[in-house]
Protein backbone atom coordinates (compact mmCIF):
# COMPACT_ATOMS: atom_id res chain seq x y z
CA UNK A 1 0.00 0.00 0.00
CA UNK A 2 1.23 3.56 -0.54
CA UNK A 3 1.96 6.12 1.42
CA UNK A 4 -0.80 7.64 -0.03
CA UNK A 5 -3.57 5.69 0.68
CA UNK A 6 -2.12 4.62 4.20
CA UNK A 7 -3.15 8.04 4.66
CA UNK A 8 -6.37 8.15 3.14
CA UNK A 9 -7.25 4.10 5.50
CA UNK A 10 -6.31 6.11 8.48
CA UNK A 11 -8.91 8.69 7.91
CA UNK A 12 -10.79 5.79 7.87
CA UNK A 13 -11.26 5.15 4.08
CA UNK A 14 -11.80 1.41 4.02
CA UNK A 15 -9.51 -0.48 1.36
CA UNK A 16 -10.38 -4.19 0.91
CA UNK A 17 -8.14 -5.74 -1.42
CA UNK A 18 -5.36 -4.66 -4.30
CA UNK A 19 -5.29 -6.67 -7.25
CA UNK A 20 -1.14 -7.13 -8.06
CA UNK A 21 -2.10 -7.39 -11.79
CA UNK A 22 -3.93 -4.71 -12.78
CA UNK A 23 -2.34 -2.42 -9.69
CA UNK A 24 -5.88 -1.07 -8.34
CA UNK A 25 -7.44 -1.47 -5.40
CA UNK A 26 -11.14 -2.15 -4.64
CA UNK A 27 -12.37 0.37 -1.99
CA UNK A 28 -15.32 -0.14 0.60
CA UNK A 29 -18.23 2.56 1.46
CA UNK A 30 -20.65 1.06 3.65
CA UNK A 31 -22.73 -1.11 1.92
CA UNK A 32 -20.95 -0.22 -1.97
CA UNK A 33 -18.03 -1.66 -3.25
CA UNK A 34 -15.86 0.35 -5.53
CA UNK A 35 -13.10 -1.87 -8.17
CA UNK A 36 -12.31 -1.16 -11.91
CA UNK A 37 -9.90 -3.25 -14.29
CA UNK A 38 -8.26 -1.91 -17.27
CA UNK A 39 -11.65 -0.36 -18.92
CA UNK A 40 -14.80 -0.12 -16.28
CA UNK A 41 -15.64 1.29 -12.92
CA UNK A 42 -18.07 -1.33 -11.14
CA UNK A 43 -20.00 -0.40 -8.08
CA UNK A 44 -21.64 -2.91 -6.18
CA UNK A 45 -24.55 -2.72 -3.46
CA UNK A 46 -27.41 -5.10 -2.00
CA UNK A 47 -31.21 -5.04 -2.83
CA UNK A 48 -33.76 -7.38 -1.78
CA UNK A 49 -30.99 -9.63 0.14
CA UNK A 50 -29.16 -10.17 -3.48
CA UNK A 51 -26.28 -8.09 -4.89
CA UNK A 52 -26.80 -5.90 -8.03
CA UNK A 53 -23.49 -4.35 -9.68
CA UNK A 54 -23.02 -1.24 -12.70
CA UNK A 55 -20.50 -0.86 -14.65
CA UNK A 56 -19.15 2.55 -15.98
CA UNK A 57 -16.02 3.10 -18.32
CA UNK A 58 -13.42 4.24 -16.41
CA UNK A 59 -12.81 7.26 -18.15
CA UNK A 60 -16.22 8.59 -17.41
CA UNK A 61 -15.89 7.45 -13.78
CA UNK A 62 -12.90 8.89 -13.00
CA UNK A 63 -13.74 12.54 -14.98
CA UNK A 64 -17.51 12.27 -12.86
CA UNK A 65 -16.16 12.24 -8.98
CA UNK A 66 -13.46 14.43 -10.17
CA UNK A 67 -16.19 17.01 -10.29
CA UNK A 68 -18.08 15.91 -7.17
CA UNK A 69 -14.35 16.18 -5.30
CA UNK A 70 -13.98 19.23 -6.69
CA UNK A 71 -17.35 20.78 -6.58
CA UNK A 72 -17.75 19.47 -2.85
CA UNK A 73 -20.74 17.70 -4.28
CA UNK A 74 -22.32 20.80 -5.29
CA UNK A 75 -25.61 21.78 -5.32
CA UNK A 76 -28.40 18.93 -5.33
CA UNK A 77 -27.67 16.38 -7.42
CA UNK A 78 -24.21 15.00 -9.13
CA UNK A 79 -25.08 11.99 -11.10
CA UNK A 80 -22.33 10.09 -13.02
CA UNK A 81 -24.72 8.44 -15.14
CA UNK A 82 -28.03 7.57 -15.19
CA UNK A 83 -27.67 4.91 -12.34
CA UNK A 84 -25.22 6.18 -9.88
CA UNK A 85 -25.00 9.12 -8.17
CA UNK A 86 -24.50 11.46 -5.05
CA UNK A 87 -26.98 13.86 -3.34
CA UNK A 88 -25.56 16.88 -1.26
CA UNK A 89 -27.31 17.65 2.33
CA UNK A 90 -24.44 19.75 3.43
CA UNK A 91 -22.63 18.31 6.08
CA UNK A 92 -23.73 15.19 4.89
CA UNK A 93 -24.17 13.10 1.63
CA UNK A 94 -26.47 10.55 -0.07
CA UNK A 95 -24.68 7.77 -2.18
CA UNK A 96 -27.30 5.91 -4.31
CA UNK A 97 -27.86 3.40 -6.98
CA UNK A 98 -30.63 3.37 -9.37
CA UNK A 99 -32.68 5.75 -6.63
CA UNK A 100 -33.39 8.42 -9.32
CA UNK A 101 -33.71 5.76 -12.20
CA UNK A 102 -37.28 5.63 -12.78
CA UNK A 103 -36.68 1.52 -14.18
CA UNK A 104 -34.73 0.51 -10.88
CA UNK A 105 -36.52 2.30 -8.60
CA UNK A 106 -39.88 0.69 -9.45
CA UNK A 107 -38.38 -2.59 -9.70
CA UNK A 108 -36.99 -2.36 -6.55
CA UNK A 109 -33.39 -2.93 -6.59
CA UNK A 110 -32.33 0.75 -5.81
CA UNK A 111 -29.93 1.92 -2.70
CA UNK A 112 -29.74 4.56 -0.95
CA UNK A 113 -27.11 5.29 2.15
CA UNK A 114 -25.86 8.44 4.09
CA UNK A 115 -22.77 9.20 4.78
CA UNK A 116 -20.96 11.74 6.48
CA UNK A 117 -19.41 14.28 4.14
CA UNK A 118 -15.64 13.81 5.03
CA UNK A 119 -16.07 10.00 4.69
CA UNK A 120 -17.17 9.93 1.68
CA UNK A 121 -14.96 12.30 0.71
CA UNK A 122 -11.98 10.76 1.75
CA UNK A 123 -13.39 7.45 -0.09
CA UNK A 124 -13.72 9.15 -3.39
CA UNK A 125 -9.97 11.01 -2.99
CA UNK A 126 -8.65 8.05 -1.97
CA UNK A 127 -10.30 6.53 -5.67
CA UNK A 128 -8.85 9.06 -7.44
CA UNK A 129 -5.09 8.83 -5.73
CA UNK A 130 -5.32 4.99 -6.24
CA UNK A 131 -7.11 5.13 -10.17
CA UNK A 132 -5.84 7.87 -11.69
CA UNK A 133 -2.61 7.01 -13.79
CA UNK A 134 0.01 9.02 -14.78
CA UNK A 135 -0.62 11.37 -17.86
CA UNK A 136 -4.43 11.34 -17.09
CA UNK A 137 -6.48 14.63 -16.29
CA UNK A 138 -9.76 13.60 -15.21
CA UNK A 139 -10.06 17.36 -15.38
CA UNK A 140 -8.87 18.08 -18.88
CA UNK A 141 -10.91 17.75 -22.60
CA UNK A 142 -10.02 14.14 -23.88
CA UNK A 143 -7.90 15.69 -26.92
CA UNK A 144 -5.99 17.33 -24.24
CA UNK A 145 -5.37 14.43 -22.04
CA UNK A 146 -3.95 10.79 -22.08
CA UNK A 147 -6.13 7.78 -21.33
CA UNK A 148 -7.54 6.56 -18.29
CA UNK A 149 -7.58 2.98 -19.76
CA UNK A 150 -5.12 -0.23 -18.72
CA UNK A 151 -2.96 -0.72 -15.87
CA UNK A 152 -1.91 1.04 -13.32
CA UNK A 153 1.13 3.32 -13.79
CA UNK A 154 2.29 6.21 -12.06
CA UNK A 155 0.06 8.90 -11.00
CA UNK A 156 -0.99 12.18 -10.88
CA UNK A 157 -1.56 14.20 -7.83
CA UNK A 158 -1.00 17.22 -9.41
CA UNK A 159 -4.20 16.96 -11.82
CA UNK A 160 -6.48 15.28 -9.10
CA UNK A 161 -5.81 17.65 -5.93
CA UNK A 162 -6.85 20.67 -8.25
CA UNK A 163 -9.81 22.06 -7.08
CA UNK A 164 -12.30 24.80 -8.46
CA UNK A 165 -11.12 28.80 -7.25
CA UNK A 166 -13.43 30.13 -4.92
CA UNK A 167 -13.45 33.87 -4.68
CA UNK A 168 -14.02 36.04 -1.96
CA UNK A 169 -15.28 39.26 -3.63
CA UNK A 170 -12.96 38.90 -6.94
CA UNK A 171 -9.84 38.30 -8.57
CA UNK A 172 -7.61 41.12 -8.67
CA UNK A 173 -8.60 42.45 -5.32
CA UNK A 174 -6.04 42.54 -2.79
CA UNK A 175 -5.79 38.82 -0.93
CA UNK A 176 -8.23 37.30 -3.46
CA UNK A 177 -7.57 34.55 -6.25
CA UNK A 178 -4.47 35.42 -8.95
CA UNK A 179 -5.42 36.38 -12.52
CA UNK A 180 -4.15 32.68 -13.72
CA UNK A 181 -1.42 34.80 -16.08
CA UNK A 182 1.06 31.80 -15.45
CA UNK A 183 -0.90 29.40 -17.16
CA UNK A 184 -0.87 29.64 -21.64
CA UNK A 185 -3.92 30.84 -23.72
CA UNK A 186 -6.15 27.55 -24.48
CA UNK A 187 -5.91 26.30 -28.36
CA UNK A 188 -9.60 27.70 -29.22
CA UNK A 189 -8.88 30.77 -27.38
CA UNK A 190 -5.87 32.12 -29.20
CA UNK A 191 -8.31 34.94 -30.50
CA UNK A 192 -8.75 36.07 -27.74
CA UNK A 193 -7.83 40.03 -26.94
CA UNK A 194 -5.33 39.79 -23.25
CA UNK A 195 -5.45 43.44 -22.42
CA UNK A 196 -6.49 44.19 -18.82
CA UNK A 197 -8.10 47.37 -17.77
CA UNK A 198 -7.09 50.47 -16.39
CA UNK A 199 -8.28 50.88 -12.68
CA UNK A 200 -7.75 54.55 -11.29
CA UNK A 201 -8.88 55.12 -7.43
CA UNK A 202 -9.81 58.06 -5.88
CA UNK A 203 -7.45 58.75 -3.03
CA UNK A 204 -8.79 56.58 0.17
CA UNK A 205 -10.19 54.50 -2.16
CA UNK A 206 -7.38 51.98 -2.85
CA UNK A 207 -7.67 48.30 -2.29
CA UNK A 208 -11.57 48.94 -2.89
CA UNK A 209 -11.79 49.15 -5.92
CA UNK A 210 -10.75 45.98 -9.06
CA UNK A 211 -11.24 44.70 -12.35
CA UNK A 212 -10.23 42.00 -14.77
CA UNK A 213 -10.64 40.75 -18.13
CA UNK A 214 -12.87 37.64 -17.21
CA UNK A 215 -12.82 36.70 -21.27
CA UNK A 216 -8.35 36.67 -20.97
CA UNK A 217 -9.46 34.78 -17.69
CA UNK A 218 -11.25 32.08 -18.77
CA UNK A 219 -9.29 31.43 -22.12
CA UNK A 220 -6.10 30.21 -19.75
CA UNK A 221 -8.33 27.67 -17.90
CA UNK A 222 -6.59 24.66 -17.70
CA UNK A 223 -9.96 22.59 -16.86
CA UNK A 224 -13.15 21.75 -18.66
CA UNK A 225 -16.55 21.79 -16.89
CA UNK A 226 -15.78 23.23 -13.93
CA UNK A 227 -17.13 26.61 -12.54
CA UNK A 228 -14.90 28.70 -10.94
CA UNK A 229 -16.68 31.64 -8.10
CA UNK A 230 -15.45 35.08 -9.73
CA UNK A 231 -17.72 37.39 -7.84
CA UNK A 232 -19.46 37.07 -4.43
CA UNK A 233 -22.06 39.75 -3.88
CA UNK A 234 -23.65 38.33 -0.45
CA UNK A 235 -24.81 35.52 -1.37
CA UNK A 236 -24.61 35.97 -5.48
CA UNK A 237 -21.89 34.09 -6.92
CA UNK A 238 -20.85 34.17 -10.61
CA UNK A 239 -19.00 31.40 -11.62
CA UNK A 240 -17.53 30.99 -15.26
CA UNK A 241 -16.15 28.42 -16.94
CA UNK A 242 -15.52 27.22 -20.39
CA UNK A 243 -16.79 23.90 -21.66
CA UNK A 244 -15.53 21.44 -23.90
CA UNK A 245 -16.79 17.71 -25.12
CA UNK A 246 -19.58 16.66 -22.64
CA UNK A 247 -20.61 17.96 -18.73
CA UNK A 248 -19.07 14.09 -17.24
CA UNK A 249 -22.67 14.22 -14.89
CA UNK A 250 -26.20 14.99 -15.39
CA UNK A 251 -26.49 18.09 -12.85
CA UNK A 252 -29.74 17.52 -10.23
CA UNK A 253 -30.78 21.18 -9.37
CA UNK A 254 -31.66 21.46 -5.37
CA UNK A 255 -32.29 25.66 -6.72
CA UNK A 256 -32.47 27.26 -10.20
CA UNK A 257 -29.42 28.18 -11.97
CA UNK A 258 -29.16 30.60 -14.48
CA UNK A 259 -26.98 30.34 -17.58
CA UNK A 260 -25.26 32.93 -19.98
CA UNK A 261 -23.62 31.88 -23.01
CA UNK A 262 -20.22 33.89 -23.40
CA UNK A 263 -18.94 32.10 -26.77
CA UNK A 264 -19.60 29.41 -29.01
CA UNK A 265 -22.35 26.78 -28.40
CA UNK A 266 -23.54 23.98 -25.78
CA UNK A 267 -26.44 21.77 -26.43
CA UNK A 268 -28.34 20.82 -23.18
CA UNK A 269 -30.56 17.90 -22.87
CA UNK A 270 -32.86 18.60 -19.65
CA UNK A 271 -34.75 15.18 -17.98
CA UNK A 272 -36.44 15.00 -15.12
CA UNK A 273 -34.81 15.48 -11.76
CA UNK A 274 -36.61 12.13 -10.04
CA UNK A 275 -36.76 9.32 -13.11
CA UNK A 276 -34.71 11.05 -15.63
CA UNK A 277 -37.60 10.69 -18.37
CA UNK A 278 -36.23 13.55 -20.94
CA UNK A 279 -37.77 16.84 -20.88
CA UNK A 280 -36.39 19.10 -23.67
CA UNK A 281 -33.23 20.07 -25.53
CA UNK A 282 -31.65 23.49 -25.14
CA UNK A 283 -29.17 24.93 -27.82
CA UNK A 284 -27.32 27.86 -26.33
CA UNK A 285 -25.56 30.48 -28.74
CA UNK A 286 -23.71 33.39 -27.57
CA UNK A 287 -26.01 36.37 -26.01
CA UNK A 288 -28.79 33.29 -25.00
CA UNK A 289 -29.38 33.35 -21.34
CA UNK A 290 -31.98 30.51 -19.50
CA UNK A 291 -32.91 29.04 -16.60
CA UNK A 292 -32.52 25.92 -15.12
CA UNK A 293 -35.34 24.93 -12.84
CA UNK A 294 -34.98 23.76 -9.44
CA UNK A 295 -36.99 20.38 -10.28
CA UNK A 296 -34.51 19.35 -13.55
CA UNK A 297 -31.26 17.66 -14.37
CA UNK A 298 -29.51 18.58 -17.50
CA UNK A 299 -26.15 17.65 -19.07
CA UNK A 300 -24.44 19.76 -22.02
CA UNK A 301 -22.34 18.85 -25.19
CA UNK A 302 -19.82 21.60 -26.37
CA UNK A 303 -18.15 20.68 -29.54
CA UNK A 304 -16.06 23.72 -29.66
CA UNK A 305 -14.61 25.16 -26.65
CA UNK A 306 -16.69 27.52 -25.25
CA UNK A 307 -17.32 30.04 -22.53
CA UNK A 308 -20.28 30.30 -20.01
CA UNK A 309 -21.25 32.05 -17.47
CA UNK A 310 -23.34 30.30 -14.15
CA UNK A 311 -25.25 32.06 -11.70
CA UNK A 312 -26.01 30.76 -8.59
CA UNK A 313 -27.72 31.90 -5.51
CA UNK A 314 -25.91 30.54 -2.37
CA UNK A 315 -28.52 31.54 -0.10
CA UNK A 316 -28.29 28.12 2.38
CA UNK A 317 -32.21 27.40 3.25
CA UNK A 318 -33.07 27.41 -0.85
CA UNK A 319 -33.25 23.98 -0.61
CA UNK A 320 -35.87 23.57 2.08
CA UNK A 321 -37.98 25.76 0.06
CA UNK A 322 -38.05 24.25 -2.62
CA UNK A 323 -38.31 20.64 -1.10
CA UNK A 324 -41.30 22.27 0.28
CA UNK A 325 -43.08 23.91 -2.04
CA UNK A 326 -42.85 26.93 -0.47
CA UNK A 327 -41.05 28.26 -3.94
CA UNK A 328 -42.18 27.18 -7.30
CA UNK A 329 -39.21 25.04 -9.39
CA UNK A 330 -39.20 27.68 -12.17
CA UNK A 331 -38.06 31.57 -12.00
CA UNK A 332 -40.99 32.88 -14.02
CA UNK A 333 -44.93 31.38 -14.15
CA UNK A 334 -46.55 32.14 -17.33
CA UNK A 335 -49.93 30.64 -16.74
Not at 123 to 133: E, P, R
Not at 201 to 211: A, I, K, N, T, V
Not at 249 to 259: K, L, M, S
Request: aromatic share 14%.
Amino acid sequence: MTSMLKKFEDAGVKIISHDVITGYSTFQLGKFTFSRDEYFAKITWEAKGQEFSHLMSADAFLRAVMRDVAWGFFYGWVNFDHVIGTQNHYGSVDLYAGTFNGVLKNAGVDYVENFETPLIMATFKAILHDWVSEGFDPFAAPEETGSAFGRKHGDNEAAIDRYRIATKRMPSLPGDSPLRDDLPVNRHFEDVVQDEPFIHCEPGFEGQLGGFNLFKYLSRSDVTWNPSVTSVCKESLFCPTTEEYILPIFHGNDRVEWFLQFSDEITWDIADKIDGSPIARVVMKPGDICAMPANIRHQGYSTKRSMLLVWENATPNLPEKYESGELSPYPIDFS
